[in-house]
């Protein structure tokens, strides 16, 4: 276990803890100490720590590209558009604009205040857990972590156990690169997870299922600590009549059989007419064979799944409805072949859970209106689709349904843009991150007035004993002649 020298190093509770022990006491206790003092205040510590991350990331590419495809298949194209660049992405726009989002905000006034300076100060909340999961293990560790250093805080990350060779990076070489008294990463599975979460944390950050979200939630409550819970669950994709099913079919097969189809927006099932299906289902497989040939299995553009319980977890969903498209599976491989069902029904369990898988079921609606009741009768969705050539049909799904996220004939490529927030809604999460948001996430904002002691005069209006007139003049101070002079 950890020793106190080194906070910053993997602590793996499991591997030397002492029965009775608490594993995380002393590295937490020492990231405390470090935030107290101030030390990561400074817009120039900030900073430093940054173009650290910015370092592991082109000093050690390869070495996480090869990581990622030991724990997920993936190609180093695909590791590098959906992991390493857009980290790279967040650590140059929180360089660029750290001062900018730094700087006080000053806030309106009114009579009273006038004279008196009236801003917004955004402050690190202190000791950030972040909690991240196995899919995209580099972006969803490094795209919180940018937002919380460049906030000012001290932070302890948890990666996911399952992806355990970006894990073993993130652990062993990562903390090099950053103060090592602010920053530690810990390991560990459910159990130690618990532990860790029995501590008391200025702020937790946590991505994953929404059934872990709720222990997180249950465990930050006790200590009253704010979260932010980026969750899961299904994304409904709408195809209207009016659209061109290989365009359709071209961008929901991407989306859908990116990473494996092991992506929280992913498109999770499509809702189209029966005439719709019937065009859609060769357009898919037409795009299937694209992008992985006649045997994607052999191409090494497919990801695989992650582990053997996901595996058999999928599998399983495979005897929903009827297959039209793949269907195969290879479990010495943990390979499961991109595949389209028909004749789902709505109680299938491939309608229950978040498939998280290359599975596509196309489920039938009549019009665009019973498409948006089935929407609407669900949980809200961290994701939305809807593909049209009639802008109308895309605003009304926009319009008249709710979701963390949309996009209208496009998949998850608003994931490219810092300039928009990214979070869920309802039982898909709560809070949100990206670009500015991020460090907005990992700030309080402290209102702040500051007054002169000299001003006496202008502040006896509210002291007793009271007056009618007085109580007038009070009432029209207070709601007039605001302005935002600092
Ligand atoms: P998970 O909830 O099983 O695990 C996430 C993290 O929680 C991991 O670090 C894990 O070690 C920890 N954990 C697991 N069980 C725990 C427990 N009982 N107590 C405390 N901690 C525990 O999620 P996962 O399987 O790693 O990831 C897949 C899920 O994450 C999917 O539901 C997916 O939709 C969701 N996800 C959401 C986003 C998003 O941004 N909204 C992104 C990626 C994944």
């Not at 405390?32 to 050690?60: C, V």
């Not at 599975?359 to 809200?380: H, M, T, W, Y």
């Not at 799904?397 to 996009?407: P, V």
Request: glycine share 8%.
């Amino acid at each position: 276990m950890s020793g106190t020298k080194d906070p910053g190093l993997a602590k793996d509770p499991g591997s030397e803890s002492t029965p009775g022990m608490d594993p995380f006491a002393d590295t937490l206790q020492q990231l405390r100490e470090s935030f107290i003092s101030g030390r990561t205040r400074p817009a120039e510590f900030r900073a430093t720590q940054l173009k650290g991350l910015s370092r592991f990331l082109r000093e050690n590419k390869q070495l996480l590209q090869e990581a990622l495809a030991q724990d997920l298949h993936k190609a180093a194209f695909h590791s590098d558009i959906s992991e390493l660049i857009l980290c790279q992405k967040e650590v140059d726009l929180a360089l660029r604009d750290l001062h900018i989002w730094m700087k006080d905000e000053p806030a309106a006034k009114n009579l009273i205040t006038q004279l008196d300076s009236a801003f917004i100060r955004k402050e690190p909340f202190g000791l950030v857990l972040i909690l991240s999961p196995w899919n995209y293990p580099l972006n969803l560790s490094l795209g919180p972590l940018v937002g919380a250093l460049a906030a000012g805080n001290c932070v302890v990350l948890k990666p996911s156990e399952i992806s355990k060779s970006t894990e073993k990076v993130l652990a062993e070489v990562l903390p090099r690169y950053l103060d090592q008294s602010c920053f530690a990463v810990v390991l560990g599975g459910p159990e130690e997870t618990g532990q860790l979460l029995e501590h008391e944390f200025d702020y937790i950050f946590f991505t994953g299922s929404t059934r872990v979200g709720k222990i997180v939630m249950t465990a930050a409550a006790k200590h009253l600590t704010p979260v932010t819970l980026e969750l899961g669950g299904k994304n409904p994709c709408y195809v209207d009549d009016n659209c061109d099913p290989q365009t359709v079919a071209n961008r929901v097969a991407f989306f859908r059989c990116f990473n494996a189809g092991q992506t929280c927006v992913a498109p999770d099932y499509v809702l189209c007419s029966p005439e719709m299906q019937a065009r859609l289902v060769p357009a898919l497989q037409s795009a299937i064979t694209r992008f992985y040939g006649d045997d994607p299995q052999s191409s090494p553009n497919l990801g695989r799944i992650i582990s053997e319980k996901h595996f058999q977890r999928l599998r399983g969903l495979l005897s929903c409805g009827r297959v039209v498209i793949g269907g195969q599976s290879d479990e010495s491989d943990l390979y499961i072949a991109p595949t389209v069902l028909v004749d789902v029904q709505e109680t299938d369990p491939v309608m229950q859970e978040e498939i998280f898988g290359p599975i596509l079921p196309i489920v039938n609606v009549r019009s665009l209106g019973q498409a948006i009741d089935f929407i609407n009768r669900r949980e809200k969705p961290l994701a939305l689709y809807a593909f049209s050539n009639s802008s109308q049909v895309v605003n009304q799904m926009l319009d008249r349904t709710s979701s963390g996220n949309f996009a209208g004939n496009e998949g998850f490529t608003y994931l490219t843009l810092t300039s928009l927030p990214f979070g869920g809604v309802g039982k898909s999460g709560m809070g949100r991150y990206h670009g500015k948001f991020s460090f907005d996430t990992f700030s309080h904002q402290r209102a702040c007035l500051l007054s002169h002691s000299g001003l006496e005069m202008l502040k006896n209006i509210h002291y007793p004993p009271y007056s009618n007139c007085r109580q007038k003049l009070f009432t029209w101070a207070l709601g007039s002649h605001s302005c935002t002079l600092l």
